[in-house]
């Protein structure tokens, strides 16, 4: 069964809204060789109901807000790809095509495409529900780094995502334990393969 991806399939499938929403930086392509489509089958297959949202029109209110706000947690990944290997060459020229984008021209996927999903949730939904980061643009940069498109040392996508979780790796089983413990009210932050931030502790001295 495909995600459902617009309004209308939500009422299609009798809900009210989704209790998970993954958004991304790919078009959605309903296969095992795509992240964020096994995610969304490994939490539709344990009984949440999971819409997707991909390649949302940055200046577009309406794109965002078409399923509306989830009961549980937004997904955001930037997609199969880190979104500045997707966008540009290794000599910093802007790549004309790109293979996960409906019909192969590259005009949907942004630069550093989680850190812009994150802040438009954000500007729309201002007390919401957790922003949960993963795929390999969140992994690869879920700590300071030295980011080659800019010569320069970045913070941890944490920081400029503002979101509440990082989940790295092959992140299946973690991404089930985050939206359980969210459906019964438990702690989040003691799950394997996640990334937070934290206040530093305090010396007493």
């Keep these: 069964m495909f995600l459902p991806t617009t309004d209308a399939e939500l009422k299609k499938l009798g809900w009210d809204k989704p209790d998970i929403i993954l958004v991304t930086g790919d078009a959605y392509i309903d296969s095992p060789y795509i992240g964020v489509s096994v995610i969304g089958h490994v939490l539709s297959e344990a009984g949440f109901r999971v819409g997707i949202i991909a390649q949302p029109d940055r200046q577009s209110k309406t794109d965002i807000c078409r399923l509306g706000e989830p009961k549980l947690f937004w997904g955001i990944t930037g997609g199969c790809m880190d979104s500045m290997v997707a966008n540009y060459t290794a000599t910093k020229k802007k790549r004309l095509r790109d293979d996960l984008t409906a019909g192969g021209k590259n005009n949907r996927r942004p630069d550093r495409a989680s850190v812009v999903y994150a802040n438009l949730i954000r500007r729309y939904f201002k007390e919401t529900k957790p922003l949960i980061l993963g795929g390999v643009e969140a992994s690869l940069r879920r700590v300071a780094h030295y980011d080659y498109w800019s010569e320069s040392i970045r913070r941890s996508i944490l920081f400029d995502a503002r979101a509440d ?41």
């Excluded at 702690?187 to 990334?195: E, F, L, M, R």
């Design 165 to 205: 979780i990082l989940v790295y790796g092959m992140a299946e089983k973690a991404i089930l334990e985050i939206a359980r413990k969210l459906q019964n009210g438990g702690n989040i932050k003691d799950i394997k393969g996640i990334c937070y931030i934290c206040n530093p502790i305090k010396s007493g001295h």
